[in-house]
């Protein structure tokens, strides 16, 4: 499947972005207070700040962190007032790209990712201007040593979730959002926490590139992810796994 596909090659990247574990750390934070500023404090009673504390701990950030964190947005420290934009356009080779952003200053944003997708040979357009080409959905991800695909599928389904794609890479659950704290709940619960939980842009069409093309939109990609203020970076690509493979050497 494209959207599958397209998933892997965003998986390639990620393990490069990992050695980048200080911006990564900053990001999560930021969801981190933004969370517990918007909700309770209290990740029991707060399913966004339950999941951004999860996604924390993935990343191996201490309790410590995570509870300063939680203090710094409902104390005294909690100045920052963080809102979440959306920035939509396109890259290299017409690829369409989303970009989610927390800030404190919408036009110092917006001004980093505007000149990110000029520099490129891209546009930034205006917002619904290419998530038409996209899902937004949950998405919840397990080890394929959680469980077997056939038990994966009965637990995920009597949750509440859409459906469940297993292979030898892992179980992907995917679910609407309205229904999808209470699925990764429901899921931790039978299997223990998630290898990741999130809601996702899933593009529904593909664009295909060859080394080159791909070259310069993983730039673009690198270039948007580097900025503090964003936080995630979709884009509708999809490369041969050979090709992805050798420009994430």
Do not use: C
Not at 24 to 45: H, N, Y
Not at 75 to 102: D, H, K, T
Not at 206 to 234: C, F, G, H, I, R
């Amino acid at each position: 499947m494209a959207g599958h596909s397209q998933f892997k090659n965003i998986m390639h990247r990620k393990g490069a972005q990992d050695a980048k574990r200080a911006r990564i750390f900053a990001k999560l934070i930021r969801e981190i207070t933004v969370s517990a500023k918007e909700g309770l404090p209290d990740p029991a009673a707060n399913p966004r700040l339950r999941a951004a504390i999860g996604a924390a701990l993935k990343q191996n950030m201490t309790r410590d962190a995570i509870d300063r964190a939680i203090k710094k947005a409902t104390g005294a420290g909690g100045q920052e007032n963080y809102e979440a934009v959306r920035y939509e356009g396109y890259g290299p080779a017409g690829v369409a790209v989303i970009v989610e952003a927390l800030t404190d200053n919408r036009n110092r944003t917006a001004s980093v990712v505007r000149a990110a997708f000029n520099k490129s040979g891209g546009a930034l357009g205006e917002t619904n201007s290419v998530s038409f080409m996209f899902n937004r959905m949950g998405v919840v991800r397990y080890q394929a040593s959680a469980a077997d695909a056939d038990t994966m599928l009965e637990a995920a389904i009597e949750a509440g979730a859409d459906d469940v794609g297993s292979n030898e890479d892992g179980h992907e659950v995917q679910v609407a959002i309205e229904g999808f704290f209470a699925v990764r709940d429901a899921l931790a619960q039978k299997f223990g926490e998630p290898a990741e939980a999130r809601i996702e842009w899933r593009p529904n069409m593909t664009v295909a590139l060859d080394e080159e093309k791909a070259a310069s939109v993983l730039k673009l990609l690198d270039v948007l992810e580097d900025d503090d203020d964003v936080q995630n970076v979709y884009a509708n690509f999809e490369v041969p796994e050979e090709v992805m493979a050798k420009l994430s050497a």
